[in-house]
Nanobody
Framework: QVQLVESGGGLVQAGGSLKLSCAAS????????MGWFRQAPGKEREFVAG????????RYADSVNGRFTISRDNAKNTVYLQMNSLKPEDTAVYYC??????????????????WGQGTQVTVSS
């Protein structure tokens, strides 16, 4: 079992920054990959970023590449998403997720077996 709790969402103006955190508990954090997903109103949930168990490899959706950075601190059981140059189209509920079957980065949502409750990010124009 893995429990995930996100924090750090909020309201920010376009061009601003936010840093999301996701604290994990339960299973050994350093044994599995993590990802961030988002769901905008009226849209399906989509992959944003993923990171391997060690943090050595990351992967991003094209829409956020170069603006967002995913990282993890295995000593603190936490994964982060630094979001810079935010745009109104980044507005969504952001979810962190654990893929306890994989150590590498996988984009497919269905492969993630634990999810946080989500945190709202709103970017005003």
């Amino acid at each position: 079992q893995v429990q995930l709790v996100e924090s750090g969402g909020g309201l920010v103006q376009a061009g601003g920054s936010l840093k999301l955190s996701c604290a994990a508990s339960g299973r050994t954090f350093s044994s599995y990959a993590m990802g961030w997903f988002r769901q905008a109103p009226g849209k399906e949930r989509e992959f944003v970023a993923g990171i391997t168990w060690s943090g050595g490899i990351t992967r991003y959706a094209d829409s956020v590449n170069g603006r967002f950075t995913i990282s993890r601190d295995n000593a603190k059981n936490t994964v982060y998403l630094q979001m810079n140059s935010l745009k109104p189209e980044d507005t969504a509920v952001y979810y962190c997720a654990a893929n306890t079957y994989a150590r590498g980065v996988i984009m497919a949502e269905a492969t993630y077996d634990y999810w946080g409750q989500g945190t709202q990010v709103t970017v005003s124009s």
